[in-house]
C-alpha cells in the first residue's frame, strides 16, 4: 500500500527561526494536505495542495506540491510558541480512492 | 462554529464492553470519514460514507467494528468485545459535496481506553 515517509521526525528550534518539513512518498497523489495536531485534539487542517508544483501560503506557512506528486514540504517562517504541536502530511490518491494517508509526524518544539 | 463535533471526548470501558461514538459533521458536508490514530502515529484510515452509503471500509474494521450513517447526517461508530488492542483516538471527519479531491475537516476525537 501507499506509504508516505515525513522528516525530520521531531525539530527542537528557537522562537523566531524558520522550520522546513517534508514528504516522500512511494506512490503518486493527486492532493497533498498539511494538517497540525495539538495534544488530545483532532488534526487542523493548515494548507491543502491540488497541483503538481502548486505553492500556496497561509500567512507564514508555505507549502508545495512537488512535481513528481510524490512529496510535499512545509515551511514555517519567524517560528512563535503557539506553533508548538505535531504537523502531519497527508496525501489523498484521487478518483475514487477517497482515503488520506498520513505521515508519522514532525514533532515541532519552539524555546522562547 | 459549526464545525465536526464528537461525543463522547473520553471513554473507558472494560475489556469485552461494547462502545458506540457518535459523530456529527459539517452540516452542509455529504461526505464522512472514521480514522483511528494510536500513540506516535499518524491517523489510519477505517471507512468512508457518502450521504447513508457506506462505499469503502479498511481491513483495519473488523468484523468487531460496525458504523451506520443512516440518514446521511451524523454516524456513528460501534465496537463490539472491546479488546485492549481497541484503544486509541477515534477521528471523525467530514467533506463537502462535488469533487472527489476536497479537504477533510476532523473533529476533536473520542479517545478509548479498553481496561
Known amino acids: 500500500g501507499q506509504q508516505l515517509n515525513q522528516s525530520p521526525q521531531s525539530m527542537f528550534i528557537q522562537e523566531g527561526e524558520d522550520v522546513s518539513m517534508n514528504c516522500t512518498s512511494s506512490?503518486?497523489?493527486?492532493?497533498w494536505l498539511w494538517y497540525k495536531q495539538d495534544p488530545g485534539e483532532g488534526p487542523v487542517l493548515l494548507i491543502a495542495?491540488?497541483?503538481?508544483?502548486e505553492l500556496t501560503s497561509n500567512g507564514r506557512l508555505t507549502a508545495q506540491f512537488g512535481i513528481t506528486r510524490k512529496d510535499s514540504f512545509l515551511n514555517i517562517s519567524a517560528s512563535i510558541p503557539s506553533d508548538v504541536g505535531i504537523y502531519f502530511c497527508?496525501?489523498?490518491?484521487?478518483?475514487?480512492?477517497?482515503?488520506?494517508?498520513f505521515g508519522k509526524g514532525t514533532l515541532l518544539t519552539v524555546n522562547p | 462554529d459549526t464545525g465536526v463535533s464528537q461525543d463522547p471526548r473520553h471513554k473507558i470501558t472494560k475489556r469485552g464492553q461494547n462502545v458506540t461514538f457518535r459523530c456529527d459533521p459539517i452540516?452542509?458536508?455529504?461526505?464522512l470519514y472514521w480514522y483511528r490514530q494510536t500513540l506516535g502515529q499518524g491517523p489510519e484510515f477505517l471507512t468512508y460514507?457518502?450521504?447513508?452509503?457506506?462505499?469503502?471500509k479498511s481491513r483495519l474494521l473488523s468484523d468487531r467494528f460496525s458504523a451506520e450513517r443512516p440518514k446521511g447526517s451524523f454516524s456513528t461508530l460501534e465496537i463490539q468485545r472491546t479488546e485492549q488492542g481497541d484503544s486509541a483516538m477515534y477521528l471523525c471527519?467530514?467533506?463537502?459535496?462535488?469533487?472527489?479531491?476536497?479537504?477533510?475537516?476532523f473533529g476533536p476525537g473520542t479517545r478509548l481506553t479498553v481496561l
Open positions: 460514507f457518502q450521504n447513508e452509503a457506506q462505499l469503502e
Open positions: 495542495l491540488y497541483k503538481a508544483g
Open positions: 497527508a496525501g489523498q490518491g484521487g478518483g475514487s480512492n477517497y482515503k488520506l494517508t
Open positions: 506512490s503518486i497523489f493527486n492532493t
Open positions: 471527519a467530514s467533506g463537502a459535496a462535488g469533487g472527489p479531491l476536497g479537504p477533510q475537516y
Open positions: 452540516s452542509e458536508h455529504n461526505r
